[in-house]
T-cell receptor, first 116, second 113 residues
Framework: GAGVSQSPRYKVAKRGQDVALRCDPI?????LFWYQQALGQGPEFLTY????????KSGLPSDRFFAERPEGSVSTLKIQRTQQEDSAVYLC??????????????FGEGSRLTVL | GQQLNQSPQSMFIQEGEDVSMNCTSS?????WLWYKQDPGEGPVLLIA?????ELTSNGRLTAQFGITRKDSFLNISASIPSDVGIYFC?????????????FGKGTLLTVNP
């Protein structure tokens, strides 16, 4: 597709379950980002990939959160042993450039995670 | 946590009115960006500002990068119903990474036709 695609759009998990959220960035985009958006808040940075390299994971809330982009295109955000406070929309974004200036970010529609 | 104070939190206006919203911070920013987010969608970039004092327009939208580099405003003229949504300011912190965006909490705009 032409834009950033995320799946699933909606996920309901029981507390303690593991979840995996997928992001298909725009083809050829070097940079990929994950942001977390809690209800009524702005997005907050989680992690950044340049191609397959995870250059910054400083925003990941705990070691239960793990992200990968093994071939430099599709990325997966995994959350282990989900907790209620993990409930949020998880936004993926990609941009054409890497390095010093990543350029405009194009966001996906997000994956809304609800943990019961 | 977020370091941007965005106001107002929400606005309810009549179609045709002009709208103004702003962001302030105690920290210096290298860039200021304004995004719009519709329900169930991701944010979409409206305007990007790269220099202190810069004033940029995009159709009915005008935004400025404050001279102190600690604030920005967005104006929407002659609002129309499709302007409804949540508007976010965002920026790259000076001294921080040039890829990590810090977002405000958003301004919810409702336009009454």
């Amino acid at each position: 597709g032409a834009g950033v695609s995320q799946s699933p759009r909606y996920k309901v998990a029981k507390r303690g379950q593991d979840v995996a959220l997928r992001c298909d960035p725009i083809s050829g985009h070097v940079s990929l980002f994950w942001y977390q958006q809690a209800l009524g808040q702005g997005p907050e940075f989680l992690t950044y990939f340049q191609n397959e390299a995870q250059l910054d994971k400083s925003g990941l809330p705990s070691d239960r959160f793990f992200a990968e982009r093994p071939e430099g295109s599709v990325s997966t955000l995994k959350i282990q042993r989900t907790q209620q406070e993990d409930s949020a929309v998880y936004l993926c974004a990609s941009s054409l450039l890497g390095g010093g200036n990543t350029g405009e970010l194009f966001f996906g529609e997000g994956s809304r995670l609800t943990v019961l | 946590g977020q370091q941007l104070n965005q106001s107002p939190q929400s606005m309810f206006i009549q179609e045709g009115e002009d709208v103004s919203m702003n962001c302030t911070s105690s920290s210096i920013f290298n860039t200021w960006l304004w995004y719009k987010q519709d329900p169930g969608e991701g944010p979409v970039l409206l305007i990007a500002l790269y220099k202190a004092g810069e004033l940029t327009s995009n159709g009915r939208l005008t935004a400025q990068f404050g001279i102190t580099r600690k604030d920005s405003f967005l104006n929407i003229s002659a609002s129309i119903p499709s302007d409804v949504g949540i508007y976010f300011c965002a920026g790259h912190l000076s001294g921080g990474s040039n890829y990590k965006l810090t977002f405000g909490k958003g301004t919810l705009l409702t336009v009454n036709p």
